[in-house]
């Protein structure tokens, strides 16, 4: 990575330092100014639609108007915002106002709410009386198909629009800030929404009879600045000032995406993307999100390892181990103290290509750990070689559920004792299964495809509480 | 000035002519096309020549039917005489002709919105810079003039520039095409020097031929421009600086005067019906404001106008200014705060054609009904 060239500008008659290569909000936020925006986002092309970020920079012809998103840091430029100039208070103001005379309002009932950026913005810039009434103001006009008129005779648009199958559109509350159409066309590659109309009929859409369905669809929830764009997973469920985050990383691909886990009283709600340049910049994928959907139902919660003691003590053979891609490096170290016992790591799921988004294609997370621990990560090999052991311990590795068929090898192990979170098909597949944490409940290391390495932090579920990690487990195992 | 910022030798030159002529008031470039297109075709070699560009696009408004008529029979005839196409008269130098049709977008009269409308995508203005000059059609330097401008460069090639310039004011050289409507006897385009007293624009035989009743105003420069009083009409002369003393602007040569039989809030709440449908929806301003001004403004037309119903729409038409990518919705702004302090007791009469003027549209507790009451 380049140094950043780091270049003087007067801000507010104050001279300040701040980044060279980049824009006026991102110049502005390096020294603490937050400048309101909706449109813009740090990993999408600028559109500057919105202008809400309006800031005063000189030129030619003196102080002018401009937008923050779409003007470039100069060496000794003079920039005014709303502290020091009435004039960018007003257009702030002004564009406000127009945002909201065709938004609903709703923030009651919608789920954004708390995590809105025009709220933060009305709080911010605007926080002034509404001048709307009934008669004037209102009339929202966007897709005809859902157009409707409410009992004060004010146009409204569709509240609840099915435009994919994990999406709900609200057209009403949409600002046409134009990010979700930004993120399909440049980011996922796919076309899907569009903006179509012109002038105060704008609205977003999918083409004619076609749905909004892709791997990473779910990105559009999180950068929509209002609550036009909802996940259906998450529709009604919580409110988001009701969560706590935690920050951690995610271990379900070898790019450890890193990820906010909402939750609250022990219940995960959600996983929303932690911005990191290097690793997903603001993308997860569905899939990535999908682990919590079922994270709180059908888990393994036995902790009592007397059944599985008395098998290691009695096993006069080999043992082998097969640590899954969702150890860390603290579960790895713990049971690689087991030296009687021959190590295999993995899946016997294929690797596939890097997406290039937020992906690597690998299903073993932890596959660097594991490598450096010089642990076998061909499970092929423990397969041909089934016959030799008599003792298979699975750590975090739900080989019947992944792939039942290669796993039927493995079954020629006599006995088998499994470590994982849900009484799955590997936990009924084996004699002992003992609960363990579930990677969003673990703390840890682990390090990504790129070779980052990345902490984990637990989420304190219900479930967690109740069963100990994989590294515990294998301390206790070994004595 | 425009073509001195075009670079030179590394890209290919566009040429492109602006003949989406959608300003209320303004037929001009429909007229000239119409009856003269070899003239716009001789002035883009003469353009495309100077600039060194190979291709050319004419961007047509789609409803000049005749207009885009009769230029593909000039351009077909101009390639049977070998006049466009590859080496043009002889020379080394090689033109390439294409009309193309709008789709009657007024903002595709902004150059950016134009490009973007030409290369097949929406006609949203894009943000500036870069310029066409450096980045517009296909990516690539892109000169984007007039109708006028390219038709006035056969007559100035021929009798020198100097002859031109004495045409007109010592600052702004040339004739101007002037598209008159409204209260006027003969309407119609008429060429005049730059500079020429708008009244006796209006008044001489030798143009409109008088006023039809009592003058109340005029608009100088098509819908998007200040309005002039009667008064300012007498002063007013039609040349840049002219009008930019009165607080006006030349814009695009259609001048509407009026008389007083007509209703200025009636004249603002269609062009509000206007701008508010021609908004193209990019920016926030332009796309919730134009629809804002003008349901304020048909409130007032329709007899349901409220006390400070004025000031809101002089506040919401500042918000307007700066703030946009584009200057439409600056040009339903400009005219709505000058018809205001112009007209005002227009204004304040039809508020007081309400009879509930006095009550404000919120009160004090004003909450609104939702499903939590």
């Known amino acids: 990575m380049k140094e950043p060239s780091v270049v003087t500008i007067t801000v507010d008659n104050k001279e300040v330092q701040v980044p060279g290569d980049t824009n006026l909000i991102e110049a502005l936020k390096a020294v603490g100014l937050e400048t309101p925006h909706l449109c813009y986002h740090p990993d999408l092309p600028v559109s500057g639609n919105c202008r809400q970020c309006m800031v005063e920079v000189d030129g030619p012809r003196g102080m002018v108007l401009t937008i923050g998103c779409y003007t470039p840091v100069r060496p000794g430029m003079k920039v005014a915002t709303s502290a020091s100039s009435p004039k960018v208070a007003e257009a702030r103001k002004a564009v406000l106002e127009f945002l909201l005379v065709n938004h609903p309002l709703d923030c009651p009932i919608c789920d954004k709410a708390g995590e809105c950026l025009l709220q933060e913005n009305y709080m911010m810039a605007g926080a002034s009386d509404s001048r709307l009434s009934p008669e004037i103001g209102k009339q929202y006009h966007g897709n005809p198909e859902h157009s409707s008129s409410d009992s004060k005779g004010q146009h409204r648009g569709g509240k609840r629009v099915d435009i994919g199958p994990r999406i709900v559109l609200d057209e009403e509350r949409c600002i046409q800030c134009s990010r979700c159409v930004r993120f399909m066309r440049h980011v996922a590659g796919d076309e899907q929404l569009q903006l179509a109309s012109r002038g105060g009929h704008s609205h977003i859409t999918t083409f004619p009879g076609e749905k909004l369905d892709h791997p990473y669809d779910r990105c559009v929830t999180d950068i929509c600045p209002v609550g036009a764009l909802t996940d259906k997973s998450f529709r009604f469920r919580k409110r988001v000032w009701a969560l706590s985050r935690i920050p951690t990383v995610s ?22 993307p932690r911005c990191n340049p290097e690793v997903n910049k603001s993308w997860l994928s569905n899939a990535a999100r999908d682990v919590v959907q079922n994270i709180h139902e059908n888990r393994l919660l ?33 049971f690689k103290k087991f030296n009687i016992a021959e190590f295999f790591g993995g899946s016997f799921l294929p690797v596939q290509k890097a997406d290039g988004i937020a992906r690597s294609g690998d299903p073993v997370a932890n596959r660097a750990c594991l490598e450096k621990a010089g642990i076998n990560t061909n499970l092929g090999e423990l397969s ?10 699975t750590v975090a590795a739900d080989l019947w559920d992944e792939t039942p068929e290669e796993a039927g090898d493995l079954n020629k192990i006599p006995k088998r004792i499994a470590l994982t979170s849900f009484n799955n098909n590997t936990a009924k597949n084996s004699a002992i299964a003992i609960g363990i944490r579930h990677w969003l409940e673990n703390f840890g290391t682990m390090i990504n495809s790129k070779g980052l390495e990345q902490k984990l932090q637990g989420t304190p579920t219900k479930e967690a509480a109740l069963v100990d990690s994989a590294a515990i487990i294998a301390g206790r195992l070994h004595g | 000035m425009k073509w001195s910022f075009v670079p030179r030798g590394s890209k290919p030159v566009y040429i492109t002519v602006n003949a989406d002529e959608g300003e209320p ?44 008529e009769a230029l593909t029979e000039a351009i077909r005839e101009a390639y049977k005489a070998k006049l466009l196409g590859k080496n043009i008269g ?18 595709c009269g902004e150059e950016t919105a134009l490009i973007n409308s030409l290369e097949g995508q929406k006609g949203q203005p894009r943000l500036k810079p870069p310029f066409p000059a450096v980045n517009g059609v296909w990516n690539m330097p892109t000169c984007v003039n007039n109708v006028e401008t390219i038709m006035a460069l056969p007559w100035i090639l021929e009798n020198g520039p100097e002859e031109y310039q004495k045409l007109g004011t010592p600052k702004a050289g040339g ?52 309005v002039l009083t009667a008064e300012e009409c007498k002063k007013a002369n039609m040349d840049y600086e002219s009008l930019a003393s009165m607080g006006t602007m030349f814009g695009s040569g259609a001048i509407m005067p009026f008389n007083d039989t007509h209703s200025v809030v009636e004249m603002l709440n269609t062009l509000g019906k206007f701008y508010s449908h021609e908004s193209c929806g990019q920016c926030t301003p332009c796309r919730e404001g134009t629809g804002y001004v003008q349901r304020i403004i048909s409130c007032i037309a329709n007899g349901k106008g409220k006390d400070g119903d004025i000031e809101l729409l002089d506040s919401l038409c500042t918000g307007f200014t700066g703030t946009t990518v584009c200057p439409l919705a600056a040009a339903l702004g400009a005219p709505v705060q000058s018809y205001i302090q112009k007209f005002r007791s227009e204004f304040e009469d039809a508020i007081l054609k309400n009879p509930e003027h006095a009550t404000p549209r919120l009160s004090e507790n004003y909450r609104p009904q939702g499903w939590w009451e």
């Open chain 1, 251 to 272: 271990m379900d691909d070898s790019l450890g995406a890193n990820i906010w886990v909402d939750y609250a009283d022990g219940i995960i709600y959600r996983i929303m």
């Open chain 1, 302 to 334: 036995n902790n009592d390892l007397s059944a599985a003691l008395q098998i290691i003590k009695e096993t006069k053979g080999k043992i082998a181990i097969v640590l899954g891609g969702s150890c860390t490096a603290e579960d790895i170290a713990a």
């Open chain 1, 384 to 393: 041909k070689r089934a016959g030799e052991f008599e003792l298979l311990i």
């Open chain 2, 25 to 68: 008031g303004t037929f001009k470039d429909h007229f000239l096309m119409r009856e003269d297109p070899h003239r716009l075709i001789e002035g883009l070699i003469i353009a495309g020549w100077a600039l060194g560009a190979r291709n050319a696009y004419i961007y047509v408004r789609g409803e000049f039917l005749p207009a885009i």
């Open chain 2, 90 to 107: 002889g020379t080394k130098y090689s033109l390439d002709i294409a009309v193309h049709r709008g789709a009657g977008a007024y903002v």
């Open chain 2, 175 to 226: 004739t101007k095409v002037f598209c008159v409507s409204g209260d006027v006897k003969k309407r119609g385009v008429y060429e005049a020097r730059l500079g020429i007293p708008l009244m006796e624009l209006l008044e001489s035989e030798e143009y409109c031929g008088g006023i039809v009743g009592n003058l109340k105003g005029c608009i100088p420069g098509g819908s998007s421009t200040q």
